[in-house]
Nanobody, 122 residues
C-alpha cells in the first residue's frame, strides 16, 4: 500500500516536498504522476529502485527532483519554482521495471497511493 503526503497550498515560486511510503523492490520503478481537474493523469518523474536512475517529463525538468530512500522504503518528489499550472492531485505509483509499457504511462503501474493535493496560488 502506497501512501503519499506533503501536498498543500503554496504560492507561485515556492517549493514542496512530496513523500510516498512505497514498497520498493530491487527491480521495480516508482513514479509520480499528477492529475488536474478534467485532465488525464500525467507522468512527472520516475526512479529505479536498484540503481536510482531517474526519468523526468520535460515540463518539470530542472524544477523537480525524485529520490528514494531504500532503507526507509520512501520515495520523494522535491518541487521548486512552482507555478499555478502545477496545481493538481499528485499520485505515487510503483511497477516492475522492464516490460513493454513505457514507464511514463500510468496504466503500466500496478500499485497506486491515494493522491495528495497540491495547490499553487498566483
Amino acid at each position: 500500500q502506497l501512501q503519499a503526503s506533503g501536498g498543500g497550498l503554496v504560492q507561485a515560486g515556492g517549493s514542496l516536498r512530496l513523500s510516498c511510503a512505497a514498497s520498493g523492490r530491487t527491480n521495480w520503478i516508482s513514479g509520480w504522476f499528477r492529475q488536474a481537474p478534467g485532465k488525464e493523469r500525467d507522468f512527472i518523474a520516475a526512479i529505479s529502485w536498484n540503481v536510482g536512475t531517474t526519468y523526468y517529463d520535460d515540463s518539470v525538468k530542472g524544477r523537480c527532483t525524485i529520490s528514494r530512500d531504500k532503507a526507509k522504503n520512501m520515495v520523494y518528489l522535491q518541487m521548486s519554482s512552482l507555478k499555478p499550472e502545477d496545481t493538481a492531485v499528485y499520485y505515487c505509483a510503483t511497477r516492475e521495471s522492464g516490460g513493454t509499457v513505457d514507464y511514463t504511462r500510468a496504466y503500466g503501474y500496478a500499485y497506486w497511493g491515494q493522491g495528495t493535493q497540491v495547490t499553487v496560488s498566483s
